[in-house]
């Protein structure tokens, strides 16, 4: 329903240039767009510049007749907004690591008999305590966790922003979420020793 | 990594959004100057005020939308149900048409089709004697001289056509069953009739006139000859002159 909202407003726009139809699409999707960034960039001031411009280039690709029509704005946003940093960081030298696949079931691992202790851990830990690890997470894996989990997007959404298959799409969030066990194993252990 | 671990976590995850640290910091001053400067861009490159669209074109929208949007296999399903739905919709809407309008013919060709579908003589007879009861209201909800006439014309059409379907039933005990209630509807519709006879209606250049003519009068012998009772034709007829001679006991 979000989606054919999204569609009525983008065709309104397309069709006659409607800023009101814009705007609303703008007031929709300024905040999300803004947190994603801060999962990305560090200065504020970057954030804001990419942020207004990543909307500055969806009008001028709505008002552009001869551009493909958007299915999904909401991924088409994130997309733009992955692109935009991406390009951010090229123009500074600097390269993102990609994510290697080379082996999907390596995320199958035997149990080593501490779901108990981290399910406890979780329930004790503070948001912020759970925060701060994954704010200690690798980048990629960060962003794909926070697009799944914070930003609640469906694995086909994420795999179109990431340009990923909706397989390697479900191994990066399961690495991801296996990072942040990783990160958590000291607290564990701590846990442990306190036989809380 | 268990399955339950993995749960565990990304339950845990969820509550992250929330947490004070992860808050958005975006500053509703800042974001109000964020969004003066992309829509201040809008209205430099073209951007237009609202326009209101018409029916028409708020239609063709969303049709375009649910196209792009719904897969090609579920949009045939789609357009059947529509196809169904809307051919229901229109035989409703057709249902209250009168004569001289212009779903009239089609309220005409659904009775008829409906009366087909009716397998057994006697009961098509019964149905068909219904629809002549309909032309008999039409003719009373309408004010032209031209509508009641072609109302009436129907009627009669009606009563006839419910007469030679009786004709074609065998069963004795359901032509007996038909007639009967055919007849009784044939005086329900003589009066009716009348009525209709002394309905005053509009002629074109014309105050209004009682309307008198011939389809008034074929209409009423075309009920005379529906009430009369069908002759039937039974096997036992031999049977009961026998009775009658006591030729044959029980």
Redesign the interface.
């Given at each position: 329903m979000q989606n054919f909202e999204d569609q009525l407003l983008v065709q309104q726009v397309a069709d006659s240039k409607d800023h009101a139809a814009f705007a609303v699409l703008y007031s929709r999707y300024q905040k999300k767009i803004h947190d994603f960034l801060l999962f990305k960039l560090a200065r504020k001031e970057d954030i804001e510049d990419i942020s207004s411009q990543i909307f500055l280039k969806l009008w001028e690709y709505l008002i552009d007749g001869n551009k493909r029509q958007i299915h999904n704005l909401r991924a088409f946003l994130y997309k733009s907004a992955r692109n935009a940093v991406a390009n951010f960081y090229r123009a500074q030298g600097h390269m993102p690591k990609p994510v290697e696949l080379d082996d999907p079931d390596e995320y199958l691992e035997i149990s080593d008999g501490r779901e108990d202790t981290l399910i406890k851990l979780l329930k004790s830990q503070s948001i912020d305590e759970l925060t701060a690890c994954v704010q200690q997470i690798p980048e990629s894996y960060r962003e794909i966790i926070a697009l799944r989990f914070f930003e609640e997007l469906e694995i086909n959404e994420i795999a179109e922003i990431t340009g990923k298959t909706i397989g390697n799409t479900n191994v990066l969030i399961h690495r991801g979420v296996q990072s942040l066990r990783k990160i958590m194993l000291p607290k564990m252990e701590q846990y442990d020793n306190q036989g809380i | 990594?268990?399955t339950?671990?993995?749960k565990?976590?990304?339950?845990?995850?969820?509550?992250?959004?929330?947490?004070?640290?992860?808050q958005?910091?975006?500053d509703p001053e800042?974001?109000e100057r964020?969004?003066a400067?992309?829509?201040a861009?809008?209205?430099e490159?073209?951007?237009?005020?609202?326009?209101q669209l018409s029916f028409i074109q708020k239609l063709r929208?969303?049709l375009?939308?649910?196209a792009?949007?719904v897969p090609q296999g579920f949009a045939y399903g789609l357009a059947l149900f529509a196809l169904l739905f809307g051919s229901g919709a229109f035989a409703a809407y057709a249902q209250r048409a009168l004569p001289g309008q212009t779903l009239y013919g089609a309220k005409i060709a659904l009775e008829q089709t409906h009366a087909r579908f009716v397998s057994n003589p006697a009961d098509r007879a019964r149905v068909q004697m219904e629809f002549a009861g309909r032309r008999l209201e039409e003719a009373k909800a309408v004010e032209s001289q031209e509508q009641v006439t072609e109302a009436i014309k129907r009627f009669s059409k009606d009563v006839k056509q419910a007469k030679e379907t009786l004709k074609q039933a065998s069963d004795p005990v359901q032509i007996k069953a038909a007639q009967q209630e055919i007849t009784e509807k044939a005086q329900e519709y003589e009066v009716k009739l009348a009525e209709t006879r002394m309905k005053p209606v509009r002629e074109v250049g014309v105050a209004a006139i009682p309307v008198v003519d011939k389809e008034m009068q074929e209409a009423e012998d075309a009920l005379k000859e529906v009430a009369e009772p069908q002759k039937i034709d039974t096997d036992n007829t031999e049977e009961d002159e026998l009775l009658k001679d006591g030729e044959v006991g029980l």
């Open positions: - | 990594m268990t339950k671990e993995y565990a976590i990304t339950q845990a995850l969820k509550k992250v959004p929330h947490s004070p640290q992860w958005s910091t975006l800042v974001a964020m969004r400067r992309v829509m861009f809008v209205m490159h073209g951007g237009q005020p609202s326009k929208m969303n375009n939308i649910t792009r949007l």
